[in-house]
């Protein structure tokens, strides 16, 4: 069993950026590939990036590619996105996952969820 917990969302501008942090508890955190989320009302859970045990590897939406960082560090169970030159179509609420494999776009292969955090980009 393992709890998630993300932070550091908010409301921000066009162009400005945003670090969310998702802290774990246990002690095997670094079992897990790990993947970040977001959905949008009225719309379905969308594969934003992930990473690997290590963080020697990572993946991410086209949408997001060229603009969003991942990294982790296991010995403080975190795990965290960095999220630049944000859009308005970034707005939702954002979640961190625990996973199987690393790379998997698909929300169900995921096992534990964060409560998310909400990320509003205005124009």
């Known amino acids: 069993q393992v709890q998630l917990v993300e932070s550091g969302g908010g409301l921000v501008q066009a162009r400005d950026s945003l670090r969310l942090s998702c802290a774990a508890s246990?002690?095997?955190?670094?079992?897990?590939?790990m993947g970040w989320f977001r959905q949008a009302p009225g719309k379905e859970r969308e594969f934003v990036a992930a990473?690997?045990?290590?963080?020697?590897?990572?993946k991410f939406a086209e949408s997001v590619k060229g603009r969003f960082t991942l990294s982790r560090d296991n010995a403080k169970n975190t795990v965290s996105l960095q999220m630049n030159s944000l859009k308005p179509e970034d707005t939702a609420v954002h979640y961190c996952?625990?996973?199987?494999?690393?790379?998997?776009?698909?929300?169900?292969?995921?096992?534990?969820w964060g409560q998310g955090t909400q990320v509003t980009v205005s124009s």
């Open positions: 990473i690997s045990r290590s963080g020697a590897s990572t």
């Open positions: 996952a625990t996973g199987r494999i690393f790379g998997d776009v698909i929300p169900g292969m995921y096992n534990y």
């Open positions: 246990g002690s095997t955190f670094s079992t897990y590939a």
